[in-house]
Structure formats: C-alpha cells, structure tokens
C-alpha cells in the first residue's frame, strides 16, 4: 500500500535526496553532467525548496511505503497557474527501484483529482523532448500542445514538449 502525504518543510531533504538520486538515470544520455548540477542546485536547494512552497505556492506531495515508511517519490503542482484555470505539474520523480509499478499514475490521478476539485480544468506540465516519460504522460491521458525552449541560464537551455490533460469539471 502506499500513503500520500504533502510535504512540509520537515520533508524537504527526502524530497532533495529523491532527486540527487534520479536524475543522473533520469537524464544521463539526455544533458551535460554540468547542466545536471546546475539545474539540481537551480531547483532542489533548500533555500529553493522552501521558496517553492512560501512564494511559488508550489504543492509537493510525498508517496510513501505504508508499512516501511520509505519513502519512494514525489510530485508538486501548483492551482491556477498564471491566473488560467490550469494546474500545473512542476515535478514528478520516483526513485529508479520504485518506478513501473503504477505510482507514478496514483500521483498523477491524485493531482488530477485535487485539481478538479479545485474547479480548475486542465493539467498542465513540461518535459524534456527526449524523456521517455513523454509516452507515461500519453498513457494518463496528455497530449503534446507545444515546444518550449526555456534559457535557464549559464548558456543552458530546457528543451521541452507542453502536455495537457484536459478534465471534466462542468
Ligand atoms: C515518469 C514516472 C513518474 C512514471 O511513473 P511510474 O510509476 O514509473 O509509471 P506507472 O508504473 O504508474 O505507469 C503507468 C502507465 O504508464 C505506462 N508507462 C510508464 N512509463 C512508460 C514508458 N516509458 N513508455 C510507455 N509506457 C509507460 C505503464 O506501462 C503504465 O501503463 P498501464 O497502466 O497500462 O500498465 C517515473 O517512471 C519516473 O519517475 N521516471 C523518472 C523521472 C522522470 O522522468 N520524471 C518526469 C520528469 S518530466
């Protein structure tokens, strides 16, 4: 079984070790070992962490093994995005032993869900043009509706697809 549970600041190092531990899988043949470090550092500071949640009204949400309390991924969003009816995926990373066995889809069915109650009427996000994740996101339900080329600073870019999934909110 597992619990999902949002994250306070008490959580943040859980979330930043998730993510120290995913990315080099995660992105190994895709970016520069530099623009890894950069962009960790950019996004997974403590610092960031909390100023995601104080200023950015980022959400994360923590899935965690019931019994074992281990702690296997994350995701965050955020209501209302750029005043749209729009909640928008930032993050979604589960460690590498704990991907493929439908946690990713109970996460994404869970922001779903708090985003239709919320009245909003999309689920938006970005991803890497080479992620493989793309065909997951296919799978929930999203559709590619654009290309992003995002300067992220340090003569670094993010090159990425804009997915939607449209909800019933009536
Ligand atoms: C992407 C990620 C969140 C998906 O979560 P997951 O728990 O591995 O996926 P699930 O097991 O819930 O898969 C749900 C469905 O998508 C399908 N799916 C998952 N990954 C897939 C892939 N790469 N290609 C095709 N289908 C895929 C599964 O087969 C499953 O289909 P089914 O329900 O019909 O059996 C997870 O693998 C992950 O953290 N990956 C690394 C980090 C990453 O890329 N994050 C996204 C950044 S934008």
Do not use: C
């Not at 950019?42 to 949640?53: A, E, N, V």
């Not at 959400?59 to 994350?74: C, I, M, N, P």
């Amino acid at each position: 079984m597992i619990t999902v549970i949002q994250a306070t600041d008490q959580e943040l190092p859980i979330i930043r070790d998730i993510a120290y531990q995913t990315w080099p899988t995660t992105f190994g043949e895709i970016l520069s070992p530099a623009q890894i470090r950069y962009m960790l550092d950019m996004m997974y500071s403590l610092d960031s962490l909390k100023r995601q949640i104080s200023e950015q009204k980022h959400v994360f949400l923590l899935a965690q093994e019931t019994d074992s309390k281990a702690y296997l991924g994350y995701v965050s969003y955020e209501f209302d995005y750029k005043s749209q009816s729009k909640t928008k995926i930032h993050k979604i990373y589960l460690l590498p032993a704990s991907q493929g066995k439908g946690v990713g889809r109970l996460l994404i069915d869970k922001v779903a869900e708090l985003a239709a109650e919320h009245r909003n009427s999309t689920v938006s996000l970005n991803v890497n043009r080479y992620n493989k994740a793309i065909q997951f996101y296919e799978r929930m339900g999203f559709n590619v509706i654009d290309n992003e080329t995002i300067d992220i600073g340090d003569g670094f870019l993010m090159e990425d697809f804009v997915m939607e999934k449209p909800l019933n909110v009536t």
